[in-house]
């Protein structure tokens, strides 16, 4: 597709699973970001890819958190044992190339609503 | 005290109005601002985008940067109800990631 791909839409899951949320970059974009949106607060920094480089993992909330992407490409976000204040807006987006510039025109997808009960 | 600073509104106004939005920062080293608009339950789209000091504009969308008072604006002129949205600012350092203001609310009625 043409834009940022993410699944599932939604996702209710129940306190202390697993959950797999999935982002599908814009073609040929190197780099790629997750945000996480709680209600009525801003996007928050989770973490970072750029090509082979490591993944800049500084916003991570806690251990529970881990993503990672697969030939450059497709980004799998896991959170393990969930909890309720894990309920939010998952937000993936991709940009060309990483870096100061290229980061002020990053595509976001529609997002995964997680809802944790 | 958050390094982005936006009031969430929510902001009311009639059809044809000039809307105001506004983020202060606190990092000095913020070099590249941006707003985004983001409509209900989609992600956030790039609407203005501005390198340092100064003012651009698009169409109907003014965007300002005072870094000396650490204070941003959009302004949106002729607003119209297709623009009740959330809109949020944004901004970056040089570095790999946005740091977002929490968003206003604006709903613009006919």
């Known amino acids: 597709g043409a834009g940022v791909s993410q699944s599932p839409s939604n996702k209710v899951t129940e306190k202390g699973k697993d959950v797999e949320l999935r982002c599908d970059p814009i073609s040929g974009h190197t780099a790629l970001y997750w945000y996480r949106q709680s209600l009525g607060q801003g996007l928050e920094f989770l973490i970072y890819f750029q090509g082979n480089s490591a993944p800049d993992k500084s916003g991570l909330p806690s251990d529970r958190f881990s993503a990672e992407r697969t030939g450059g490409s497709v980004s799998t976000l896991t959170i393990q044992r969930t909890q309720q204040e894990d309920s939010a807006v998952y937000l993936c987006?991709?940009?060309?190339?990483?870096?100061?510039?290229?980061?002020?025109?990053?595509?976001f997808g529609q997002g995964t609503r997680l809802t944790v009960v | 005290q958050k390094e982005v600073e936006q009031d969430p509104g929510p902001l009311s106004v009639p059809e044809g109005a000039i809307v105001s939005l506004n983020c202060t920062y606190s990092?000095?080293?913020?070099?590249?601002f941006m707003w985004y608009r983001q409509y209900s339950r989609k992600g956030p789209e790039l609407l203005m985008y501005?390198?340092?000091?100064g003012n651009k504009e698009d169409g109907r969308f003014t965007a300002q940067v005072d870094k000396s008072s650490k204070y941003i604006s959009l302004f949106i002129r002729d607003s119209q109800p297709s623009d009740s949205a959330t809109y949020l600012c944004?901004?970056?350092?040089?570095?790999?990631?946005?740091?977002f203001g929490a968003g206003t609310r604006l709903a613009v009625h006919p």
């Open positions: 944004a901004m970056s350092g040089g570095y790999n990631k946005l740091i």
């Open positions: 987006a991709s940009s060309l190339l990483g870096g100061a510039v290229y980061v002020t025109e990053a595509f």
């Open positions: 990092n000095s080293a913020f070099q590249y």
């Open positions: 501005t390198y340092s000091s």
